[in-house]
């Protein structure tokens, strides 16, 4: 098959299979460069185990074609064990292969002073430290980047939420992203594609088109009552 | 008085890599594992005494055997953890008593240091510097792996390669860890040392450091102890380790 050089992910027949249960199944789908898709499902869709094939942990059959050369930053939905280790954020950034870029610089773009660098990692709120992740995922200059369920809305006093961060990244650095999440208000205003999962394909396409009422029946199963969000 | 300079050359890599180590393990709640596997190590404990061997090398081949069995069970059941010590340890026990001496028992459950040669405290250092080295090197990369898997993975890190790495140190620590204090106390001596060091520190520098160093320091003092009062070695440094957990609680944060 001959690869259009627009397409940053081609994936097909993609199943997994985890302990004897199908988790997801008979996937086909590409991401184009600059492209923003959300992928939408319930829960135990297969999301974030999608995610994990895509990464290459998790054993899959199929074919998942990534663009030569392309780097994949990843935000994980939580990282329950790293309260556990006394880590500061530069530690935390030490850990990459190349060391830190500049790490108040990655910082500053996620909207955190520099003197965050030497508090510990288990000082900070779930929306700092999402957004520390954020920043620990850019700090490798990436063109692809997954993110899986960013925590929507918590921030507080008129700073900007994690939405507005992406979508600021996105226009700034072009980057190309796949993110997972429950938030109907999210795909509208970010992706100009939206995957829909259960673990198969339910539908994929430009949100607006595509999440009919219909379609989200299909996929969660039951009436969703969807009101677009309308942003000044 | 020189093979009690021999035990404390010993005490101060084993008990050092220990500490060091055990910061890796306590980071994903894996510090128990060594317990099991040092149980494991008794009949071959047992084994080395009978045959006069060194303690480590009888342990080692039976610690391996502990690595692979974790390493399928975890892959091919869901047992919990809990299930798989009661059963590693209760046979690794049993086995060990149907061999063992009774005279040479409290040598195998609490160790004894002080009979260390210039063999096996060579063995013991050079075993110790190839732990240290190898975890500076491949530290952030094993750190980052026991955080998130799919974090490494998208720094390219080979996971599977790291985590084989990690669970063979776990081995050679263990059975570098019986000679000092015995086949019951060695989850003691790589589960106390960080778990002291992260009371009092802020980075992952002196977390490192300080689990090392308390490792180390705690096994001079314990053995020092042992010289002084005729007790085992082997309690005396895991009670020191306790005692400066004790004392960093204050400053837990």
Redesign the interface.
Known sequence: MAQDDEQVLQVSDLNVTLEGQAVLENLTFTVRQGEVMTILGPNGAGKTMLLRALLGTLPYEGRILWKKGMRIGYVPQRLPYIKNIPLSVTDFFALRRNGGADVDEMLHAVGLGAEAGKKRISDFSSGQFQRILIAWALAKDPDVLLFDEPTTGIDIGGEETVYGLLARLQRERNLTMLIVTHDLAVVHRLSSMVLCLNRQLVCTGPPLGTLTPENLRRLYGTEVKFYEHKHG | MGTFLLSLISGIFIGGAAGYLG?LM????MALVAGPLGHLTLPGIALALIWGLDVSVGAFPFVILGVVLIWLLEMKTKLPMEALTALVFASGVAIAFLLLPMEQAETALVGDISKVDLHGTALSVIASLAIIVTLMRAY??M??G??????A?????N?RRYNFLYLFLIAVIVALGVKMVGGLLTAALVAIPPSAA?NV???????ALGATAIGAGSAVVGIVMSQITGFPAGPLVILVSAAIFLLTMPFA?
Do not use: H, M, W
């Not at chain 2, 306590?26 to 709640?29: A, G």
């Open positions: 910061t306590l980071s994903r709640r952030p990369r750190i980052l026991n955080i998130s898997e799919e974090l993975a998208a720094e390219g890190i996971v992260r520190s802020t980075n992952l520098k002196q977390y944060r």
